[in-house]
């Protein structure tokens, strides 16, 4: 009915002041149109599936509205934007032949998008398009993590906020009372203030599962860079060390065999398993250690406690949420019941491993390599106990970036805001 109100309100204002641009007394005018609105109404339902369709004249008198004249006397029933969505609404698609923005001198109005920290995810080898095409978008590369004012300029008066790792603690959600979604371009959440959006009936929604093939490839990648020191070898050929070798062949580390080692993997999901059937391909056993056992993990793995799983790996992979209960599952006293040697993989959160506990156990040799992706904090920071570790291998959180895995997150992003706008929000981490 609200649409019906407003088409029938524009035309009467259009043929109002038509009227008395022609001398006719705009009171008399009112009056007079004002007996006319149930015809007007009638010929409106055309517009709707299956009923006559309206003349040229009524489509023309729908759709030139006169702005100054409702918000003069309608500013209490409805908003000026809501008046531009009711039109623009009824005039496309079933009408695309009329012009909104000819009619209405803009094009219609739509919901303010802004991501603020989209190169990571895009640096330039995807597209915004299919997320401009819901609203108004700006994107920009890197926002403040820190200087919150900024954060809160650059919202404004959006609605819809974007963020990979930029904070929206509660002092956004205090100044930006304008936001109705918050879409988070990771699978963790944990920059977001999600009670507070909890409180203020706003979906936070996540990309659960666009990077299960790539973060388990990268975990046996780095497995496979501290058994076989490719990087380094490859350095000494470039630096000519092999062409002045006395031998036919040389190598500066040890180099180690996988097959009938045994990998053990806490936290066994799609991820774990994911690795866990690429290690099983090399020839390894796997064992597993998860709150949640699954068919699918039992033909991969044998299940096993946690403490049974460090005592019997040759190599420990880390693909566990970041709980309390799994913060610092790594330390001194866990190393301790580890084999001698073992191998420490860890591309899933920086907080599982006790760092200074990890240092001591690579350099005594306790732990004879860990190859790692995240670290506690992030970026990195120069006094990280780790950066002076023997056979530690650090890259820079990037298990998740090959493009293919990028393009999957963006499509899903797409698909998270597209449902809200549709009023099924899915994915959403504070229901």
């Known amino acids: 009915m609200e649409l019906l109100g407003a088409t029938c309100l524009y035309a009467m204002a259009e043929t109002v002041e038509e009227a008395v641009k022609r001398g006719i007394p705009k009171e008399a005018a009112v009056s007079f149109l004002t007996g006319h609105i149930y015809n007007l109404s009638a010929n409106f339902l055309g517009y709707i599936p ?55 001198g803009k094009e219609e109005m739509s919901m303010k998008i802004v991501v603020l920290d989209g190169y990571t995810e895009n640096p330039g080898d995807l597209s915004w398009k299919d997320m401009e095409a819901l609203g108004e978008l700006t994107v920009y590369d890197r926002t403040s993590l820190t200087d ?4 809160i300029d650059r919202i404004g008066d959006a609605e819809a906020v974007i963020t990979n790792k930029t904070p929206l603690p509660r002092e956004v959600f205090d100044a930006c009372r304008n936001i109705r979604y918050v879409g988070v371009l990771a699978t963790g959440y944990n920059v977001v203030d999600v009670e507070t959006a909890k409180e203020r009936g706003i979906p936070v929604c996540n990309i659960p599962t666009y990077g299960t093939a790539a973060v388990g490839q990268f975990a046996i990648a780095l497995l496979l860079e501290i058994c076989h020191h490719i990087g380094h070898h490859d350095k000494a050929v470039h630096e000519g060390r092999w062409e002045n070798n006395p031998d036919w062949c040389f190598w500066d580390y040890p180099l180690i065999e996988l097959a009938d080692k045994t990998m053990g993997i806490v936290g066994f999901g799609r991820i774990g398993q994911a690795t866990g059937r690429i290690a099983k391909a090399l020839g390894m056993k796997v ?68 760092e200074e506990d990890a240092k001591d156990a690579l350099n005594s040799g306790k732990v004879a390599g860990a190859g790692l992706d995240v670290v506690s904090t992030e970026p990195i920071r120069g006094d990280n106990p780790l950066l002076k570790a023997k056979n530690c291998i650090i890259t820079p959180h990037i298990s998740w970036a090959p493009r293919e895995s990028r393009q999957r997150l963006m499509d899903i992003a797409v698909e998270d805001l597209k449902a809200f706008v549709e009023g099924h929000p899915i994915n959403v981490v504070n229901k």
Not at 87 to 97: D, F, G, R, S
Not at 148 to 151: F, L
Not at 311 to 339: W, Y
Request: charged share 25%.
């Open 148 to 151: 919150m004012q900024e954060v």
């Open 287 to 354: 064992i597993a250690n998860d709150e949640y056992p699954n068919d699918s993990g039992r033909e991969i793995a044998e299940y096993v406690t946690r403490d049974e799983l460090f005592a019997r790996s040759d190599v420990i992979a880390l693909h566990c949420p970041l709980f309390p209960s799994t913060q610092g599952l790594v330390n001194k006293e866990s190393i301790a019941r580890m084999k001698d040697g073992v191998i420490i993989i860890n591309n899933s959160r920086g907080p599982l491993i006790v």
């Open 50 to 104: 299956g009923n006559p369709p309206v003349s040229d004249a009524c489509k023309v008198a729908i759709g030139l509205g006169n702005r100054l004249v409702m918000r003069e006397n309608w500013k209490d029933i409805w908003k000026d934007e809501v008046l531009d969505k009711v039109i623009a609404t009824m005039l496309h698609p079933e009408n695309p032949q009329i012009d909104t923005k000819k009619l209405f």
